[in-house]
C-alpha cells in the first residue's frame, strides 16, 4: 500500500492503472477510522481493481465556531488499519497544499445544501461539495463508496454529480453501529460516557418511528412524535435539531402520509458535538 500526498502524483498512478484497464473505486474520508469506514472499503475491494482511500479533514467544510481543531485524527492508526483491509493507495494531502494560496473556486448544491443539517451549519455542504469535485476531478473513479449514516451528505453529492455529469456511481453502504446500537461516527470519541450512553437514544427513536410505520401508522407527524419521544425521554442531555420524516431524494418533507422509502432523519447536539441517525422507513 502506498501512501500518497501530492495529486499529481497521485494522478500518475492512476493514469497508468487506466492504460491496464483496471477499474477504481474511492472512499473519502477525513479519517479516525472506524468499521463503518471499513465497510465501504471492504465493498469498494469486491467492486473495483484498485481502490483509494481519501484521508483529509476538509477546513472548507468546518465552520469558524466549529471542531476543527478538534476533529479527531490518527494517521498512523488509519494507515494501519487501511493496509489490512486491503486499501492500494491512502491519498492524505496537506490542507496548504491541496488548496493552495489563490484558491478561489467552489461548488455549490443550492437548495438541497440549506436545509436540515445546513440550516444548523451554513456553508457545510458547500465545503463537502468542493472538496468531493475537486477528489473526482482528481481521481477519476469508476465507483465512490458514502455510508447512510450522513444520509444528506450523500443526497447532496448525488445532486451534484447529477448536475455537474460526473462520470462515476454512487454507493451508499448501511449505517455500521456499536452493540448499543449508536451509528459509528468519528465524532463519538468526543462524547463522554453518559453522553454516549444516552445518544443510543438516537438509534432507538429511528427504530421507533420505523415500528410505528410498520404498525400502521403512516402520519409522518405521529412517527416523528414517536422518534422524538424517545430521544427526550432517553437523552434529556441532548438538544435536539431536527426529527422529520423526508422524501429520500429531495428531502423535502413528507406532509401527510409517509411511504416505503421515506427517510426519518434525526440530529441532536450534546454541547457541540452533533450526532445524526436516520432510517428508511418500511413495512
Ligand atoms: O463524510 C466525510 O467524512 C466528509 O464529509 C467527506 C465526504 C470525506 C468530505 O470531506
Not at 22 to 45: K, N, Q, Y
Not at 72 to 91: M, W
Not at 133 to 152: C, E, H, S, T, W
Not at 208 to 235: P, S
Request: glycine fraction near 6%; proline fraction near 4%; charge should be negative.
Amino acid at each position: 500500500m502506498l501512501v500518497i500526498g501530492e495529486a499529481t502524483q497521485l494522478r500518475e498512478m492512476i493514469s497508468y492503472w487506466r492504460k491496464e484497464g483496471d477499474s477504481i473505486g474511492l472512499v473519502p474520508t477525513m479519517g479516525f477510522l472506524h468499521e463503518g469506514h471499513l465497510s465501504l472499503v471492504s465493498a469498494a475491494r469486491k467492486q473495483n481493481k484498485k481502490v483509494i482511500v481519501s484521508i483529509f479533514v476538509n477546513p472548507l467544510q468546518f465552520g469558524p465556531n466549529e471542531d476543527f481543531d478538534t476533529y479527531p485524527r490518527n494517521a498512523e492508526r488509519d494507515v494501519e488499519l487501511l493496509d489490512k483491509a486491503g486499501c492500494d493507495v491512502i491519498f492524505m494531502p496537506d490542507a496548504r497544499t491541496f488548496y493552495g494560496n489563490s484558491f478561489q473556486s467552489h461548488v455549490e448544491v443550492e437548495n438541497l445544501s440549506k436545509i436540515l443539517i445546513g440550516e444548523f451549519r451554513p456553508g457545510h455542504f458547500r465545503g463537502v461539495t468542493t472538496v468531493c469535485a475537486k477528489l473526482f476531478n482528481i481521481v477519476m473513479p469508476d465507483r465512490v463508496y458514502f455510508g447512510q449514516k450522513d444520509f444528506q451528505q450523500v443526497a447532496v453529492i448525488r445532486q451534484m454529480v447529477h448536475d455537474l455529469n460526473f462520470p462515476l456511481e454512487i454507493n451508499m453502504l448501511p449505517i455500521v453501529r456499536e452493540p448499543s446500537g449508536l451509528a459509528m461516527s468519528s465524532r463519538n470519541a468526543l462524547l463522554t460516557s453518559e453522553q454516549k450512553q444516552q445518544a443510543t437514544a438516537l438509534s432507538a427513536a429511528v427504530k421507533t418511528g420505523n415500528e410505528t410505520f410498520e404498525n400502521g401508522v403512516h402520519d409522518a407527524r405521529l412517527i416523528e412524535a414517536a422518534a422524538r419521544k424517545v430521544i427526550e425521554q432517553h437523552a434529556p442531555g441532548f438538544t435536539i435539531a431536527y426529527v422529520v420524516v423526508v422524501d429520500a431524494k429531495t428531502l423535502s418533507l413528507v406532509l401527510d402520509k409517509a411511504k416505503d422509502s421515506d427517510v426519518l432523519l434525526v440530529e441532536a447536539y450534546a454541547d457541540k458535538v452533533r450526532l445524526y441517525d436516520n432510517i428508511v422507513l418500511s413495512n
